[in-house]
């Protein structure tokens, strides 16, 4: 295995065992938990080994700054996330910052670079706890206002200002975390694909022209909760039957003919009181509805929404519908995927422009400065946001290989 592998994996997987021992298998380190702040710590006491200097937000993003020669230059930035979802592998996020770190070791040690290049940690870009993804990444970009942080609520109750709170940070102080346009250049992402057309096609980088916009529901069904042995079949208001009806009805729509490329999950349900003997009384789905183009993704959306009132009042079920989220799909600019494509080139990687089909910090951070991605293959049928989630140790060096040499050409090239 080549040094820049094996240093790689070492990161990688020193990440890894930062994960909460009682939550089963994969890597489960939540948003705004301890854990996550340990792996943000970890980034910053070796960032500031290296003799940079690292802030952390009042919000929780850790930034490191190599200085440029050219102290006028707005910056160019990198990195990634290091919160997951529950049950997670241990490359979604982590691959780029731990790019980050191979890229900070790098440029550190060699020629200084005109423009200062700073390498980037987001917190809680997983939707997983708060519903919501990119939250840091948004309020980098302005777009998470101090009141919505009292909104947005885990499984337990807590919200995000709470959250922050319990870790030391303020709430309070959003606004001083966004970022001034003038301040960036750019900012170039690495990722694993979490998808398998780049293992597929034995093609080594994948760089993204569109990522996928999201709408996120929140569908409540109330039935009427009652013994399972004294209710007859015909007297029932089962919440759980017309959820699955709206389950299936989400998977129909999005194979059909006008929504091909649309993808709808109703990933989570809540059932009340979930308990055998009892008629579900209440069920809460949350369903996730992504597409890269925004008008398919909206009026699939809509047209879920439409039908699931319809199951609703045939069944005799109460609905209550909420958006939990709504971002657009984000076309990346053109002259950072020519640079990146320069780099792929220059380090004799083969690669293919493609779609992400998931979000990422780069989305958000795109109405800030132009931003891009980088893709490296998902092994295992591109699982990701499971513990099988794999990507080799070689093909992220030189995905990192590629991030160095795309870095120094913006340097060179704005
Ligand atoms: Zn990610």
Not at 318 to 340: F, H, N, W
Not at 358 to 376: E, K, L, R, T, Y
Request: proline share 5%; with cysteine; net charge negative.
């Amino acid at each position: 295995m080549s040094t820049s592998a094996k240093r790689v994996g070492e990161l990688l997987e020193t990440y890894a065992a930062m994960s909460d021992p009682d939550s089963g298998p994969g890597v489960t380190r939540l948003s705004y938990t301890p854990l996550e702040r340990d792996a943000h710590d970890f980034f910053r006491d070796r960032l500031e080994s290296l003799g940079l200097t690292v802030t952390v937000d009042p919000v929780g993003n850790t930034i490191a700054e190599l200085p440029g020669s050219d102290p006028s230059l707005p910056a160019i930035g990198t990195g990634s996330h290091l919160d997951s979802v529950p049950n997670a592998g241990a490359f979604d996020g982590i691959v780029g910052v731990v790019g980050a770190m191979v890229a900070a070791e790098t440029l550190a040690a060699g020629e200084r670079l005109r423009h200062p290049v700073r390498f980037v940690v987001f917190t809680a870009e997983e939707g997983a706890r708060w519903g919501q993804a990119c939250s840091g990444s948004r309020m980098c970009a302005g777009q998470l206002d101090r009141g919505r942080l009292d909104t947005l609520t885990d499984k337990d109750g807590i919200t995000l200002a709470e959250a922050m709170r319990d870790l030391d940070l303020d709430p309070d102080r959003v606004g001083e975390a966004a970022w001034r346009p003038e301040d960036w250049a750019a900012f170039v992402e690495l990722h694993i694909e979490q998808g398998a057309s780049l293992d597929a096609l034995g093609v080594q980088i994948g760089l993204v022209d569109v990522i996928s916009g999201s709408s996120r529901l929140q569908i409540t069904l109330t039935g009427r909760a009652s013994h399972t042995g004294g209710t007859p079949m015909h007297l029932r208001a089962d919440a759980a039957a017309g959820a699955a009806e709206i389950v299936l009805t989400a998977e129909a729509l999005a194979n059909s003919a006008p929504h091909r490329g649309t993808r709808m999950t109703a990933s989570r349900l809540d059932v009340f009181p979930n308990s055998i003997t009892t008629i579900p009384g209440v069920v809460t789905l949350q369903v996730d509805v992504r597409d890269v183009d925004d008008l398919r993704q909206r009026e699939a959306a809509d047209e879920l929404v439409d039908r699931a009132v319809a199951i609703a009042e045939a069944r005799g079920l109460g609905i209550e519908v909420g958006v939990l989220g709504d971002v657009s799909p984000t076309l990346l600019p053109i002259p950072i995927r020519d640079v990146t494509a320069a780099a792929a080139a220059e380090a004799g990687a083969s690669y293919r422009v493609m779609p992400s089909g998931a979000s990422h910090d780069s989305q958000v951070i795109n109405s800030v400065c132009p931003a891009g991605m980088i893709f490296v293959p998902s092994l295992n049928h591109g699982v990701s946001h499971a513990p099988e989630e794999l990507s080799r140790y070689e093909d992220i060096a030189l995905g990192v290989d590629v991030l160095i040499g795309s870095i120094r050409r913006l340097d060179a090239a704005i």
